[in-house]
């Protein structure tokens, strides 16, 4: 070994939980060593610069409930935050609609039966919900299906959230646990939903729109963007850090961990090297990389690990010879004839992000490593997108002079139905060893924003600066950003 050093804490992962964590510990007078294995910082919400463009990981807009997080983050990023109003349609029943959705809108494009249809399974589960004890009794919420039904009853489930759910996920939303409509749509407003639709009906407000439309109607949402893309939060987190006493680490190879000594083994600009931790060791890497890396092995773990399931990813970026697609932020796509799930446009979120003429479109189709779609070649992938895109309209095959893929391994943690049970063993044997604690969203296997993953940094801070060992397993966000 070329060097043993000591730090009050060693963060394995430079995403924006490891990053956050760092900070606040750091700022308390605590020394900081954070490995991360990939070249630059910022994990799934980091910025790549190609030819002149700039990209993220699909979206990444930065919106928070937590009013005091959201305006720490935004003192540290500082003026080229910029605040959006989003602006997202989905297309269905080839042509694009309003999303989040509005009723009269999709009532258009569904035609009169199905609306009616709809609009009765709709009003019947409401009234029941309102004024029958029993039914609310007997609704054992248990999947994302069952959720759905309960909130908007059968007509709409089978039209908005089976064939969207069932692509990303590639399998039924009886599948999924309910605790993933939960954290997606906290504070969806039922009610407001209703009161708007009578709203637009009244004025006769039926429209769709096309692409080309510049008087998007916004669902409201606010959100901020660093002008030159979601890089901007970890670099600031970045940049905070460098006037503590911390060490951030690219391109390590962690090579063990004895979670007994806190100690780990990594290799760095090819050297070895051995750290350890003299409070606390933070894991924020996946629950099964991490389980490989230490030195203490047990068998129904280890059953337990292969059974818990995060999701891949493969990005398709398109580059256009073209100054622009659209203006809005997201497009979904849950139509199955249509290779990705959602197209994300850089420029409209800062111009910074594409040079003037051209522009760039991130596609994303969700997979499981090694399943056939994985096993695509770029080519098949890229001819595929191509060809789906320009049946949606989104752009025609002869303005595409470039394109890049990424894959992107546990991008996803996958609830489910019983994902709570196991995750909760293997945290609870990680953590049971001294001084081991797991956060973030890869890292405690939660499927969150990363304004959430940074509450999560800075509450195991403070629990920790203040002697308070308790996991993070039980802590839920204390607003959900959505
Ligand atoms: C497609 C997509 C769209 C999203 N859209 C949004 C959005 O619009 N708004 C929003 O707020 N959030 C969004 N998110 C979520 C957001 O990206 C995450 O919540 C946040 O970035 C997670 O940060 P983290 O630090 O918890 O985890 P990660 O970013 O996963 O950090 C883990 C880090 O550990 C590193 N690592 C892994 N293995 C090792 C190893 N062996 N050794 C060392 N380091 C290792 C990784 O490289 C990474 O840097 C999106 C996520 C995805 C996938």
Redesign the pocket.
Known sequence: MNGQMKYDYII???????LAFAYKVAKEGNSVLI????KT?????RTFEYKGFRFD???????SGNKDLLEEVKSLVGSSFKKHIKKSRIYMFNRYLKYPFELPNLFRAMGPISSIHASISFGYNSILRKFNKDYLASKEMVSYKDWFLYYFGHKLYTIMCYPYASKIWNCDPSEISADWADQRFQGLKIKEMIKKTFKKIIKLDFSSYSLEDESLAPDGGEFYYGELGAQEIPNAFERALKKYNSEILTE?K?TKIYEKQLRIDYSYNNKNYSAEAKKAVIT???LH?YYE?IDKKDKNTEKVLKELKYMD?IFIYLFLNKEKISNDHWLYFPDRDIAFNRAVEFKTWSKKMAPEGKTATCL?ITCFENDDTWNKTDEQLVKECIDSAEKAKLLKKEEVFDSKVIR?R???PFYDLDYEKKLKKIVNFIENSNNIFC?????IFRY??????IEMGFELAKRLLNKDNRSLLDYTIKKV?Y
Not at 41 to 45: D, F, K, T, V
Not at 57 to 63: D, G, M
Not at 439 to 443: A, D, Q, S, V
């Open positions: 394995l992962g430079a995403g924006v939980a490891g490995l991360e294995k990939e910082i910022g994990g799934l919400s990981f699909c979206a990444h807009r930065f919106h390590t962690i924020t890497i996946p990389v890396l990813i994303d992107v546990d991008a996803y956060l973030g969203r890869t890292g969150n924003n990363s304004d959430n993953s950003s």
